[in-house]
């Protein structure tokens, strides 16, 4: 009853880490991996930049980092800077790493914030070496030093998806991934149960066991052929278009993507090696059209290489993500706005869980369950964090922002941000992405102000705290400055050919 074939439908970056993955897993072993897809279709194509986790997904598929990088014109990314989110002129960095260190088994959050309340005004930003080494466009891996503080920084990268998808699909092909090119003509369901039977591509029936849904925005299985449903978010997050274009470089590369925000909504900035990618995402019920593009194209750094590509969209997932034999991966499984780059990483998660809950073609409806329940609760924990950063903002200057401050939320937000104002508590529940260090960097960034800290801190003395915060804020200040800047280490190990 083993599965014996595999069909994709969609390529792109979704479709090629599904085919690149399942050829590594199961090494030849199932009959046939299937994945179709039309260049006439094209992909959306604009998630180029990454979260940490995505480094174990290159590393699991034995991908030299070095040769990647060159191979899709990339770059180095150690967070995220959000401007003019929490008011005009404001800004703070979302790290891809943690603040200090922990002393007598007590997070360092609560030792600066004792120190907070007791007068002392240093930021925490200088206890992290992520947030230093961005702002002085600086990067070096921390494995090749590992220990103390270089064991306190992440990394993720910055990447043409579309150069990524072409790396992949190379990858799987080697592995015995057969790819057909067409369109999709027609979709044959089971009498019986309604489970997905085949696809005609080209007047061709391309049969089944397993199906996995990659075909974008349009759902072709999962929404057209099996009616799933969708859960709409637009009234917590409501933005619902998008404009992206690339451009020159204005300067060096730095190590790190930008989110600035904007009248109704807000601008990505991601550098690679031979361009910086651009886009506006916008709220329509805010602004129009001409006028979202035009801001665009009036705040790029550098010189456009192209003209403003829209996008629409509807945050929001799949009621479900693995229906009958169809499990629905990337944009067909649901969609949440690129703010804090998790695109790519639901992707990642999503083939995760489908290779631990990998079925036979009885297909037992607790493994679908499963994989149903961990997926929606992956993607409201995404979610709550990205309201967040909309709901928690002193802006009163435009009518999008103050839709934002006042909008209502999900409890389950509500009560993290009660627990962070009361104490600076964090709970990570389950597997939840996002950790203290993030939601942390957020909630202070957006302006939330804890009254009070876990008083396990105040067992430290005095005169042992303020020596271990100076060697800490010192150690984070030398180490960031003898990194080599970000356009070196780049020149130095992985410049992309051309």
């Not at 899709?72 to 150690?78: E, H």
């Not at 593009?293 to 009036?298: D, N, R």
């Not at 961990?374 to 435009?398: M, V």
Request: glycine share 8%.
């Amino acid at each position: 009853m083993r599965i014996r074939r595999v069909v994709i439908v969609g390529g792109g970056t979704a479709g090629w880490m599904t085919a690149a993955a399942l050829s590594q897993a199961f090494k030849g072993s199932l009959e046939s991996i299937r994945l179709v897809e039309s260049e006439e279709i094209g992909t959306v194509g604009v998630g180029e930049a990454t979260i940490p986790p995505i480094r174990r997904f290159n590393a699991r598929l034995g991908i030299d980092e070095n040769e990647f990088i060159r191979r899709t014109q990339g770059s180095f990314k150690l967070g995220i800077e959000f401007a003019d989110w929490l008011r005009p002129g404001h800004s703070y960095i979302h790290p891809f790493g943690r603040y200090g260190a922990d002393l007598d088994n007590v997070s360092f959050l609560h030792f600066w914030m004792r120190r907070q309340l007791a007068g002392d005004d240093t930021p925490i930003d200088q206890y992290c070496l992520a947030i230093a080494a961005a702002r002085l466009g600086k990067f070096s891996r921390p494995e090749e030093r590992p220990d103390g503080v270089w064991s306190t920084l992440g990394y993720a990268f910055h990447f043409d998806a579309s150069l990524y998808a072409r790396y992949l699909r190379a990858y799987a092909e080697r592995r015995g991934v057969v790819r057909t090119e067409g369109r999709i003509t027609d979709v044959k369901l089971r009498g019986e149960d309604g489970f997905v039977e085949a696809v005609i591509v080209n007047g061709e029936k391309l049969d089944g066991d397993l199906f996995i849904d990659c075909s974008g925005f349009r759902g072709l299985l999962i929404e057209e052929a099996l009616h799933t449903g969708y859960e709409d978010w637009s009234r917590w997050l409501p933005c619902n278009r998008a404009f992206a274009m690339p451009s020159a470089h204005a300067g060096p590369p730095p190590p790190y993507t930008r989110s600035t925000a904007r009248a109704a909504g807000w601008q990505w900035r991601i550098p690679l090696q031979h361009r910086v990618g651009n886009g506006y995402v916008y709220c329509s019920e805010f602004v129009s059209e001409d006028e979202a593009a035009q801001t665009l194209k009036g705040n790029l750094e550098g010189a456009a290489l192209g003209e403003p590509r829209p996008l629409r969209f509807t945050a929001g997932m799949r009621r479900r993500f693995w229906n009958r034999n169809v499990v629905a991966l990337g944009l067909a499984g649901g969609f949440l706005e690129p703010l804090e780059s998790t695109s790519i990483h639901l992707i990642q998660s999503g083939i995760s869980k489908l290779l631990t809950l990998f079925p036979d073609r009885r297909f037992d409806p607790l493994l679908s369950n499963e994989f149903n329940r961990q997926s929606t609760l992956q993607y409201e924990w995404i979610r709550d964090f990205l309201i967040a950063h909309y709901k928690l903002t002193e802006r009163d200057d435009t009518p999008f922002w103050n839709y934002c401050r006042n909008m209502d939320i999900p409890d389950t937000l509500r009560g993290k941000l009660d627990l962070f104002r009361n104490r600076a508590l964090v709970f990570r529940m389950d597997d939840e992405l996002f950790l203290e260090p993030s939601w942390s960097a957020v909630l202070m960034g957006q302006g939330v102000s804890p009254r009070s800290y876990d008083p396990l801190a105040d067992a430290t003395d005095s005169a042992t705290l303020e020596h271990a915060l100076k060697n800490m804020r010192d150690t984070v200040r030398r180490t960031a400055e003898s990194m080599p800047t970000h356009a070196e280490f780049i020149a130095r190990h992985c410049r992309a050919d051309s």
